[in-house]
């Protein structure tokens, strides 16, 4: 038997049968092979009058011929009766057929044909093959890009590839380059003159049943058969047995339940443009009353490119199923919707939502729907340009889940009794339950005035988004607020794991991902890890005016930690338009104070003085919070520093400092560090409290502000000694992440500082020893201990000590 794809010749004597689908070559083959012998040849045409045959037959054995049939498949019974007896009689003979037996008499001859030679079963041609069928019409050294194009669009079959390499010699070929987008238009003469002469040929012999189910097989789709035979409007025994026809007549290729491609070109081509539409529609429809899922169900359609009415709603269908979990793709189905003749009205709102979560830019004027979708939009709009004040009048009045995220809207423009009014209507409204996850975070918003409160409500409203998404556009994710909240406690270490698990997680979509990222660097940047920050901070687009000015705070803060100017003044020169918006929040509330802090250090405060005015009042409408009270305190604490103004600072320093007793670790030891400058400003200074303040600092993830001080304190004392001392300590808080380097910033590699401190816990010295050699207060040590265990991922102290013994460096 001849190997698939294969075109060997047998001897000379042998008698074959070659089986083949119509267009794979049988004929071609049996001239081959007749023009291969060394006796004289008889060819019997069949169908044939049994006269005719007998005498066919009596000249061969007169004349020691053998006998040839092609397409025997065509005869009657009577003629493949006396071709048997002839082969028994020992008549060399040599048939080609179909496949498919169905008749008995025809099985006999093939039975007793094949006892006296080989079969030769004809399949797809491989690629070389192929080559031949191509170079064999007049193509010289075909490229193996345009055999390959032949064979996938012929599949394999030898005429269909013969009329396409044709085309080729020509100068052009219409081809299927892939299963089911036909690579050329379906107007009238784009496909070979002969391939589609040959198509409709075996189209006229079909039934008008098998008519219309090839016509749906033309467009390539890979549905099942109760889909083809609804959209044609037959049995499935009918699909069925047009299917077997089709393969018999080489427009299925063998072993393929799909129509050749180039076979389904040919029989578009020849579709009327209004008739082709409406099988288009049967097919859309009968896909829709199948109850396939609608994703699927538009692939297929678009796979195929159909462009009607009903396709329209299945791309419709496919983008509101899409919105919220790929909103890029939901964009993309929305605007096929509309080439398929959807009414623009009819996906603008969808659009919209799916394109705010993307950072798009969206205009709702014009935009109709649901008022409550429509709220939640224009508020996450809003919110992405800082403008949470509008985002809290959009979801005023609105519905759940709009209700849970005004709740948010208020708290962030510093009004706890509505945020606290909106979460309790999430909570009691009867028209529908809010998602845990907006549920949490409405909680967490009327608990506005302890942030620490807040955290955990914040942690369980992202886990919950991380779970079950919520169908809705988030003016800002539970993760980025619970970040920023977390970072306000100085808790750097909940608002990396809520980042990162949000970047995992992918919630709130691609915009939303951009903002994760910023707000990681940001929040490693705060707590002294500047490399690491850098390596989090990939190029990228930011979209919204919310992440613009958190992308120049980052920038300005990295310069300012660094004591470029030059990158200070272009960070701001970046910003300074948005902040002439005054589009002020507490969320952001340290954002601002690294922009407000360039700004004075720039001598640039008369621009930001009004960010700072908004920003008293929103903490004065919130109720002068304590800690909201000692975060814009610092603000103005570091302001004065900038500008040398002790009055002011010890005035500012003062009054933090008393909120401070309100309030948590990080603030008070802010307090702290607040009176310690007012006092430095004057040259009053205390070696062991500044020492011990900074270590404060350092520890409640402020190590930048922690050096400052001390560096500025050592500046200003008249004790040579303690400057020293003071200026190793400043080096030592400052000096985890600081001076580039590769191995720095990264998990498990611990700095040169670092190493230093390990080498003596390994020697069993205590904290205050170790503080005393290096210059460093207790709290300092304990501050790089705790980020070293962080590093080496050690949860106990033997694993710990295990790990330090283990680092390139500690031991000698």
């Not at 037996?101 to 093959?129: F, H, N, S, T, Y």
């Not at 396709?311 to 793709?329: Q, S």
């Not at 990681?520 to 000015?549: C, I, K, N, V, W």
Request: with cysteine; hydrophobic share 50%; net charge neutral.
């Amino acid at each position: 038997m001849q190997a698939q794809g294969q075109m060997t010749n047998p001897g000379a004597d042998a008698t074959t049968v070659i089986v083949g689908v119509d267009g794979a070559g049988r004929s071609r083959r049996i001239r081959d092979l007749a023009a291969a012998l060394d006796r004289p040849v008889r060819w019997v045409a069949l169908p044939s009058s049994d006269a005719d045959l007998d005498l066919v037959l009596t000249d061969a054995r007169a004349a020691g011929a053998v006998v040839i049939v092609d397409d025997a498949h065509h005869g009657q019974p009577s003629s493949w009766r006396a071709l048997a007896e002839a082969a028994r009689a020992g008549q060399a003979m040599l048939i080609a057929r179909r496949p498919v037996i169905r008749a008995a008499e025809l099985a006999d001859l093939d039975q007793v044909v094949a006892a006296a030679g080989m079969v030769d079963q004809l399949g797809p041609l491989d690629a070389a093959g192929v080559a031949a069928v191509v170079t064999e019409a007049g193509v010289l050294e075909p490229d193996e890009d345009t055999i390959e194009e032949i064979r996938t669009a012929s599949g394999g079959m030898a005429a269909v590839a013969a009329s396409l390499a044709t085309a080729t010699s020509g100068g052009s070929i219409a081809t299927a380059t892939s299963r089911g987008s036909i690579a050329t238009t379906t107007s009238r003469g784009s496909v070979p003159a002969a391939l589609r002469a040959r198509v409709q040929r075996r189209l006229a012999g079909l039934p008008a049943d098998g008519t219309a189910v090839t016509q749906v097989l033309a467009l390539l789709l890979d549905v099942p058969d109760s889909v083809v035979a609804r959209a044609a409007g037959v049995t499935l025994a009918t699909v069925a047995d047009t299917s077997n026809v089709l393969q018999e007549l080489g427009m299925i290729a063998p072993g393929s339940a799909s129509m050749i491609p180039a076979v389904a070109a040919a029989i578009l081509t020849d579709l009327p443009v209004v008739v082709r539409r409406q099988l288009q529609d049967r097919v859309a429809t009968a896909l829709l009353d199948s109850g396939a899922d609608p994703l699927l169900v538009s692939v297929q359609l678009r796979r195929a490119r159909v462009q009607t009415p009903t396709a329209a709603v299945a791309y419709t269908h496919a983008a509101d199923h899409l919105r919220f979990r790929d909103p890029g793709a939901a964009v993309s189905w929305y605007d096929a919707a509309v080439e398929a003749g959807a009414q623009p009205a009819a996906v603008d709102l969808g659009r919209a939502e799916a394109a705010t979560q993307l950072g798009i830019p969206v205009d709702l004027t014009g935009v109709s729907g649901d008022p409550a979708r429509l709220a939640i939009v224009g508020a996450a709009i809003a919110a992405q340009q800082g403008r949470w004040d509008r985002a809290a009048e959009a979801l005023a009045d609105a519905d759940q889940p709009g209700a849970a995220l005004a709740a948010v809207a208020w708290a962030a423009t510093g009004q706890p009794e509505r945020a606290g009014h909106a979460a309790r209507r999430a909570r009691t409204k009867p028209s529908g339950r809010t998602p845990e996850a907006l549920a949490r975070l409405a909680e967490a918003a009327a608990g506005l005035a302890k942030p620490e409160a807040m955290l955990p409500l914040l942690i369980e409203s992202a886990e919950a988004a991380q779970r079950t998404p919520p169908d809705v556009v988030l003016p800002d994710s539970p993760h980025a607020l619970g970040a920023l909240v977390a970072g306000l406690t100085g808790d750097v270490s909940t608002a990396e794991r809520l980042l990162l698990a949000g970047l995992a997680a992918g919630v709130g979509g691609p915009v939303t991902a951009r903002r994760h990222q910023l707000l990681l660097a940001f929040t490693r940047m705060r707590a002294g890890r500047y490399d690491s920050a850098a390596a989090e901070l990939a190029p990228g687009p930011d979209p919204t005016a919310r992440d613009q000015l958190l992308a120049a705070a980052l920038a300005a803060g990295m310069a300012r930690r660094s004591g470029d100017v030059a990158r200070m003044r272009e960070a701001w020169n970046g910003v300074e338009a948005q902040l002439a918006r005054r589009a002020v929040d507490l969320f952001a509330i340290e954002v601002l104070e690294e922009l407000v802090v360039t700004a004075a250090r720039l001598r640039q405060m008369v621009r930001a003085r009004p960010v700072m005015d908004v920003l008293d009042d929103v903490v004065a409408r919130a109720g002068d919070p304590p800690t909201w009270v000692v975060a814009v305190g610092w603000i103005r604490v570091q302001v004065a520093v900038a500008h040398e103004d002790a009055a002011t600072a010890a005035t500012v320093a003062g009054e933090l400092a008393t909120a401070a007793t309100l309030a948590g670790p990080r603030q008070r030891a802010q307090g702290a560090a607040a009176l310690a400058w007012a006092d430095v400003l004057v040259g009053k200074v205390d070696v062991d409290r500044v020492c011990s303040v900074a270590g404060d600092l350092a520890t409640n993830q402020l190590p930048w502000d922690a050096s400052r001080l001390v560096g500025q304190a050592a500046i200003r004392t008249t004790d040579a000694a303690a400057a020293r001392r003071m200026l190793e300590h400043a080096r030592g808080l400052s000096a985890a992440e600081v001076g580039g380097g590769e191995q720095r910033g990264r998990a498990g590699v611990l700095s040169e500082r670092e190493i230093t401190v390990g080498r003596m816990v390994l020697e069993g010295r205590t904290q205050r020893e170790i503080g005393s050699q290096l210059y460093l207060s207790p709290k300092t040590v304990e501050h790089h201990v705790a980020r070293m265990r962080t590093k080496l991922d050690a949860s106990s102290r033997a694993e710990f000590l295990a790990a330090l013994r283990k680092h390139p460096g500690v031991v000698a």
